[in-house]
């Protein structure tokens, strides 16, 4: 560091104001008030740029976490996310005091391995008093049906996380730990690759250590695991869905590892073997990282009401088909009550005192705790033994008398669940907020990862920090940001390479990497996304038709709205039994745009659509999640542009939205793999568009009007269609219907024409069944065929004549059985090729009581 | 005594179930009384999984799984065991008091005591509750040997309870049971196990046969015979002993043992998931408790 070496005696004031509080430990700043030595360079540097700088940085942190799609807690709505809050100044940690830390995690890891193989095994902690039996045997964690499990290698338990915070003695200690499906790994790595982007040479000279190391143990770990071997084992992420909180994560690491993502009904237990579903048939699964809850995991012999399992998984691990990781079973090891007793467990099993020491910890279960804990409740946490979603610590502190009288009541009454920890105010470090250096109060999540023996541990970490100094509650559901985590390297000559690598977002593709659900997905964003165009392009249509600059003939303005109705299929809309909707059209064309509850609208089509991308969002690139970011943002402002009453020029407001999606069309051609998913993706889009085509002509041009408002009409379809510039250019004339019909129906040139997505569909239905190698065709295709046929024997004259009692009817004929034949095309794809999922039912129930 | 025990098991239903996942807690386990000679197993359709595994119990289970469709599922299971006789009454005036029976679960000198205190925690049926503790205090005065309290108090869930299959089904709760004096073999057995949980002593459900002698000078009816349940309760440093609530006694020679846990819903004779099958099945339970000429 060459700034040290000019400059020998460092500036001892902070260069940015920053002010920590009185007898509290500071991270950066020690009680001299003076800057701790392996803080210098980043404080100076960050000094040097200036507060301005360093906010415009962290805004462009955020939008780069918000295109990466990086969001915690998403609930209910997919527009609904909130984006992952980082602070652009890390948390430093000195790379001695790190290596402590790192033995230390690392012990305790080893520590709780052993714990968890004895209480599924011999239980001699019990049996030698060391645990009392019903610390264990009453927590809802034990599961009594994972007894005797046990996977190849050395350890049991893959992943460790811990929470630390350092006291006011500046002693780090560990307040609670992960052991089920830890998160924040997968953030972790997110933060240093946003923050190596915003503040590149700042990382760069900090000699900070890489985080990829441990996922590459990681990696290295669970491939390890597979019990058979030869050829490339198949490991699998295993989320409960979209809807999780950390689904981001889920994704972004099945990226970084090359795994598939999948849901519980992507996975099916047969003949003792677990197997994923997908589009050509049934592939074994070796290995799960599971970040799903145990009890969550089998309804056949845990939770039998849970929907986000595997039937049958505990019998495959059980007889050793596949590996589960973390092993079922593991959330016993949360129980915080394990912190009062790990000295002791640390002496028993490795004969020596545990290098990282946890917070004090009472369990109510014990009658002297219990006593201490009910007469020094407003010092004291209070967390239940049994984590439960959406349940967090209660501090004494905050709480009156009447409140305190209710929890002594509780805690007598149900010791065993309760447990009591000392409240030690976490350190704070400095943090971002509002262009000020303010003391955010620190919490530290480190992760150790099983690897040859012994346990890697994450150079680095997860630091949540709360948003104001007097809060000691840390958590992301509670508003708090996070941090990048510098361990800083103490030997200079080291190499260190700072750029991480970034995550695969292309992998290379195969059929069977992918679970038939995503594909299904993939399938549906491109229809949702077809449909919501072309109501899009109605609408803009109508309403510049509306406003035009000659006052519309009645008969076409009702007919323009009764399509708008029919090709959206959102009724009753504009039709002949509400006459009053044409009276003010704009509310009802509003909603048509705007409400997202109804079907049909252009929102609620685009909820669908990018509902369906996050459940294949491990397949989109990195561009198309910030064209949806767009979209969504176009999406919740519209509301705003299209205020009613105000209406200037409402299809402006439009045009973004069209411009999203043309661009996610766009990137699915030129930056998808040519695999199973891009093929489903571009079959749903011809066949939406296929059909939005029948219905849009069917609306416009089969009513026989006078020539003038026909005319009106037709060039109201060739706008839809984008083809009135070309068609002025090829006919140069007044818009006529036989050329028209050719031009929307049959010109193979045309990329919007029905002709020419019959001809993709078809052959992408080919390729699928194996091109040349299979003569017989499929019944899909069969259908498709049937559709094609009809189309190639028609004539655009015909079609545009009228017959004897003055009706269009061969043009409504031919439309009206596309539309069906096509329906039936699309319907015979999702039976052929995706799962449908049927729910189980237990043949007892065996769910007694008031269990949860 | 060798008995043979066949249990057939018959489930049919109203559509055809597309796959099923079982685990039939149906294999007679060893004890210090009884030992399983042999057991077989048949399930129709084939299976296209059966293991045999050992619980958290060292109760024996088969689990299965079927994936072809079938309408009818049949599990038909024999066994042989080797029961010794028992004596008809032992002495119940030896063994720990009730007030010694506290202290030395509480001190838990020995592994034994230590592990069976598992059996005084609340378990998926059975909660203790005061009700149950009230009922059940008077019979427990702190002198008294354990064992002679709790044989009182078989006798009295004998004579205060009424025996009605009509009443319960697996699901109706316990206070129910207290509130009308109405049960079966299961409702009693857990009755008296959430008693004694409630006053503090170990007490875990037992699922197994019972032999049924045909009065006298008649045929034994084929398939006449049912699972049965009944209790046992832990006395610090003497072990378990069993009592039988239904029939006011306890078991000796003619109790066979399936398998034993903190209650039913450890030792569901046979518990599974089905696909498919339609909103109707029915279920046929058959069992023949035979002596064998030894």
């Known amino acids: 560091m060459a700034t040290n070496t000019l400059n020998p005696s460092p500036p001892p004031e902070p260069l940015l104001p920053y002010a920590p509080e009185q007898g509290r430990y500071d991270e950066a700043v020690g009680a001299d008030n003076r800057i701790r030595p392996h803080w210098h360079y980043v404080l100076d540097a960050l000094a040097q740029l200036g507060v301005d700088d360093l906010q415009s940085r962290q805004q462009k942190a955020q939008r780069i976490l918000r295109d990466d799609g990086a969001n915690y807690q998403m609930v209910g709505q997919p527009q609904n996310n909130r984006v992952w809050g980082l602070d652009p100044i890390p948390l430093l940690i000195d790379g001695e005091q790190w290596s402590g830390i790192e033995a230390g995690l690392s012990e305790r890891a080893e520590l709780f391995d052993l714990i968890l193989r004895d209480l599924y095994g011999p239980r001699e902690l019990i049996r030698h008093r060391i645990l009392p039996p019903e610390l264990i045997l009453a927590h809802a964690g034990f599961l009594r049906a994972c007894h005797g499990l046990s996977m190849p290698g050395e350890q049991q338990l893959i992943l460790h996380a811990v929470d630390m915070v350092r006291g006011p003695d500046g002693q780090m200690q560990v307040v609670a730990d992960r052991t089920q499906a830890p998160s924040g790994a997968g953030y972790a790595l997110e933060n240093r690759t946003v923050l190596s982007r915003v503040l590149p040479s700042l990382i760069r000279d900090s000699q900070v250590h890489r985080l990829a190391p441990f996922f590459h143990a990681l990696r290295r770990k669970l491939n390890s695991l597979a019990r058979n071997g030869g050829g490339m084992p198949r490991v699998v992420i295993l989320t409960p869905g979209t809807y999780s909180e950390t689904y981001f994560e889920h994704t972004y690491l099945a990226n970084y590892l090359g795994y598939s993502l999948v849901q519980g009904g992507d996975l099916t237990v047969r003949d003792g073997f677990v197997w994923m579903k997908s589009l050509d048939g049934l592939h074994r699964v070796d290995v799960i990282l599971r970040r799903v809850d145990d009890i969550w995991c089998d309804p056949v012999e845990l939770r039998g009401d849970s929907r986000l399992g595997v039937l049958g998984l505990l019998e495959a691990v059980r007889a050793g088909n596949v ?314 402002d519209l509301p705003n542009q299209l205020q009613p009453g105000s209406l200037a020029a409402p299809e402006e407001a439009l045009d973004p939205l069209i411009t999203s999606l043309l661009a996610l069309s766009g990137l699915s051609q030129e930056s998808m793999i040519r695999g199973f998913g891009w093929r489903f993706l571009e079959m749903g889009r011809r066949l939406e568009r296929a059909l939005q085509t029948t219905l849009l002509l069917r609306a416009l041009l089969v009513p026989v009007l006078d020539d003038d408002a026909e005319k009106q009409l037709l060039e109201a379809a060739l706008m839809c269609g984008e083809v009135l510039v070309t068609y002025r250019r090829r006919y140069r004339s007044q818009p006529e219907l036989c050329s028209a019909l050719v031009l ?89 090729y995706f799962v449908h999922q049927r729910r189980p039912h237990q043949l007892v129930n065996t769910r007694w009581g008031d269990e949860e | 005594m060798i008995y043979r025990i066949r249990h057939l098991t018959r489930y049919s239903y109203e559509q055809p179930v597309s796959q099923c996942f079982n685990r039939a807690h149906l294999l007679p386990r060893n004890t210090a ?162 008693c004694l949980r409630a006053l503090g002593f170990p007490a875990r459900y037992i699922s197994g046969y019972l032999e049924t002698l045909p009065p006298p000078g008649q045929e034994k009816l084929v398939g006449a015979d049912a699972s049965h349940a009944w209790f046992s309760v832990y006395s610090p440093g003497d072990g378990w002993f069993e009592f039988d609530p239904t029939n006011n006694n306890m078991p000796a020679g003619q109790h066979i043992v399936t398998a034993w846990g903190r209650d039913y819903a450890d030792v569901t004779p046979l518990q599974g998931i089905i696909f498919d099958g339609g909103s109707e099945q029915t279920l046929e339970v058959s069992v023949d408790v035979t002596r064998l000429p030894g």
């Open chain 2, 33 to 194: 009384s009884q030992r399983c000679l042999d057991s077989q197993i048949e399930v129709r359709p084939k299976t296209s999984w059966l293991r045999e595994h050992r619980d958290y119990f060292g109760n024996r289970y088969c689990y299965f799984m079927l994936h072809e469709p079938h309408r009818q599922l049949e599990l038909d299971i024999t066994s042989r065991i080797d029961v010794d006789p028992g004596q008809p009454e032992i002495a119940l005036d030896l063994g720990c008091s009730i007030r010694e029976a506290h202290a030395r679960l509480e001190r838990a000198a020995d592994e034994e005591t230590l592990l069976a205190r598992e059996f005084l925690l609340d378990s998926p049926m059975v909660r203790a509750s005061k009700q149950l503790r009230d009922y059940a205090a008077p019979s427990f005065a702190t002198d008294r040997t354990l064992l002679s309290a709790v044989r009182e108090l078989t006798c009295r869930i004998y004579q205060d309870f009424t025996y009605d299959p009509e009443f319960s089904t697996i699901a109706t709760p316990l206070h129910d049971v207290l509130s009308h004096r109405r049960g079966v073999c299961q409702d009693f057995a857990h009755l008296a196990i959430a």
């Open chain 1, 323 to 636: 590996v589960v990781a973390n092993p079922l079973g593991s959330g016993v090891l949360e129980n915080p009550a394990l912190l009062k007793y790990l000295p002791r467990i640390s002496e028993f099993f490795l004969g020596r005192p545990l290098a990282l020491p946890s917070a004090r910890t009472w369990w109510l279960g014990d009658p002297a705790d219990r006593a201490h804990v009910l007469t020094h409740l407003p010092q004291l946490i209070i967390k239940p033994t049994n984590r439960r979603p959406g349940q967090h610590a209660v501090y004494g502190a905050q709480l009156d008398e009447t409140a305190l009288a209710q929890w002594r009541r509780e805690l007598s009454r149900n010791p065993t669940q309760w447990v009591a920890q000392q409240a030690n105010p976490p350190s704070t470090s400095p943090t971002l907020q509002n262009g000020e250096l303010r003391p955010g109060p620190t919490v530290l999540r480190g992760f150790a990862v099983a690897d040859e023996g012994s346990y890697s541990v994450m150079s680095g970490g997860l630091t949540r920090v709360a948003s104001f100094a007097h809060q000691m509650v840390v958590s992301n559901q509670l508003g708090a940001t996070s941090k990048d985590t510098w361990v800083l390297a103490t030997e200079p000559h080291r190499m260190i390479t700072l750029r991480e690598q970034q995550p695969s977002l292309l992998t290379g593709e195969q059929s069977s990497d992918l679970p038939s659900r995503v594909v299904e997905n993939l399938f549906w964003m491109g229809r949702y996304s077809e449909r919501a165009e072309s109501a899009t392009r109605l609408l803009r249509t109508t309403f510049m038709q509306l406003n035009g600059a000659s006052t519309l003939p009645e008969s076409v303005r009702r007919q323009l709205l009764q399509s708008v109705t029919e090709v959206t299929g959102t009724q009753p809309g504009f039709g002949a039994q509400n006459p009053q909707a044409f009276e003010n059209p704009e509310t009802e064309l509003l909603g048509i745009i705007l409400d997202g509850g109804r079907f049909g609208t252009v929102c609620s089509n685009l909820l669908a659509m990018l509902s369906c991308t996050e459940e294949a969002r491990e397949m989109l690139s990195a561009d198309t999640h910030r064209v949806l970011s767009d979209l969504r943002d176009t999406l919740s």
């Open chain 1, 744 to 832: 929307l129906l049959l010109d193979r040139s045309n990329p919007r024409s029905l002709q020419y997505q019959l001809d993709q569909l078809s052959q992408h239905l080919y390729e699928l069944q194996g091109g040349a190698a299979t003569s017989l065709l499929s019944e899909e295709r069969r259908t498709l065929l049937e559709a094609l046929t009809l189309l190639q024997l028609s004539r655009a004259e015909q079609l545009a004549e009228l017959d004897e009692q003055g009706r269009r009817q061969p043009l409504d004929l031919l439309l009206s059985r596309l539309f069906e034949r096509l329906s039936a095309t699309a319907t015979l794809i999702a039976e052929h």
